[in-house]
């Protein structure tokens, strides 16, 4: 394993709303990284032939109609992509990458563990789960685990019954420390930091670069909510420090545009309220609450 190039999957935007993103991450993700990397951008496809494969019209391929990001259920699909061989990353394109790869990726997976990933225990309210955001795949161990590509791609809910599924099995988790996967900050110094997830879609350092860049272009971004000021100004800094790092360095916006997919169906997230990092929560009224659930919202 210590000869293997690492693969990182980073799920993004097929539409080039999330340039900035990906410019950070790759930058980052090479800065701190000792070994070779090989970065997988994992986007919505037109070409049947792609792992990412989806045709709305007909219906083939990948449904995306219940998630939440354009990429939320391609994270079930990366063991396949890699033959069920070896091992693979997995993150979101809005990570800032801050300590060396190669130390997630040698990460153990040990009994009956198929990935290596965040776990969150509330013990207010008696419960656990698993954040598969930034994960490693042991590809080979998952094949006995995880459903057969065509049942994931043609169901809309799989990703949802996936997540399900995880927190039932606590047994396929092996735990790492959060600093992997710290998420808007979670209180923690960025000395500590490995991974800092600027997760809360609303508040992401990146929109004040892309909802200019997109607007000026007569285009929309795929998040559909208020965007509003991060509450961790040190936080701000460091990705505006990154950016202009990758731009120094020779990184430019244009060379990670692709052709755009075009329109396909996603979740509203009209009325997304964040994270409890992020934004002070308000006790939902009983109306409120029963709202949510009968709308199938978190």
């Given at each position: ?9 980073v ?19 090479h ?23 989806s ?19 391609f ?6 992509a890699?033959n ?20 997630l ?29 930034t ?14 590509q ?6 809309p ?37 490995k991974?800092?997830h ?19 272009a ?49 979740e ?31």
């Open positions: 394993m210590s000869n293997d190039v690492i693969k990182v999957f799920g993004c935007d097929p539409n080039n709303c999330d340039l900035e993103q990906m410019m950070v991450v790759d930058y980052s993700i800065k701190h990284t000792s070994r070779p990397v090989e970065i997988i951008w994992m986007q919505l496809s037109h070409d049947p032939d792609s792992p990412w494969y045709d709305p019209q007909s219906g083939a391929g990948w449904h995306t109609e219940k998630w939440a990001t354009p990429f939320s259920g994270r079930w699909g990366i063991p396949a890699c069920y061989q070896g091992r693979a990353i997995y993150m979101d394109a809005d990570m800032l990458v801050l300590a060396d790869l190669a130390e990726w040698e990460h153990p997976i040990e009994g009956e563990a198929i990935v290596a990933a965040k776990e969150v225990h509330d013990h207010a309210k008696g419960k656990r789960f698993t954040r598969l955001c994960c490693v795949w042991d590809c080979a161990k998952a094949k006995a685990k995880l459903p057969e065509a049942i994931l791609r043609a169901d809910d799989s990703h949802k019954k996936m997540m399900a599924k995880f927190k039932q099995h606590p047994e396929w988790v092996q735990a790492y420390t959060a600093a992997w996967n710290c998420v808007d900050g979670e209180g923690m110094p960025i000395e500590q930091m991974i800092l600027y997760s809360d879609m609303g508040t992401q350092f990146s929109h004040k670069y892309s909802i200019p860049r997109l607007t000026a007569g285009q929309k971004h795929w998040f559909d909510s208020d965007i509003l000021p991060h509450p961790r100004t040190d936080l701000v800094e460091l990705f505006d420090q990154y950016y202009q790092e990758a731009l120094d360095a020779g990184y430019k916006l244009e060379n990670y545009a692709v052709k755009p997919f075009g329109a396909f169906p996603k509203s997230q009209v009325g997304y309220d964040g994270n409890e990092v992020t934004r002070q929560k308000k006790p939902k009224s009983l109306l409120s609450r029963a709202w949510r659930c009968l709308s199938g919202r978190k």
